[in-house]
């Protein structure tokens, strides 16, 4: 996969583009938030799964269908 086109979702706290590396969690709501944001997220959900922000959205299909 190419770095340079990589999905660009933004944090809904800090308005952030993620970058590949960013420690992420991932909600019931499949929100994406930073883990340092998290604690100030106000819509705050479940916390589903969590890693780096690149392994997250390849993990889950839906985040493909999302951006494309
Ligand atoms: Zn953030």
Not at 33 to 48: D, E, F, N, P
Request: charged share 25%; aromatic share 18%; with cysteine.
């Amino acid at each position: 996969m190419n770095n340079n086109d990589f999905y660009r979702l933004k944090c809904p706290v800090c308005e952030r583009f993620y970058k590949n590396k960013d420690k992420v969690f991932l909600d019931e709501f499949n929100t994406v938030v930073h883990q340092s944001c998290y604690g100030r997220y106000t819509s705050a959900q479940a916390i589903l799964d969590q890693g780096t922000y690149r392994s997250t959205i390849e993990k889950y299909d839906f985040f493909h269908e999302l951006i494309n």
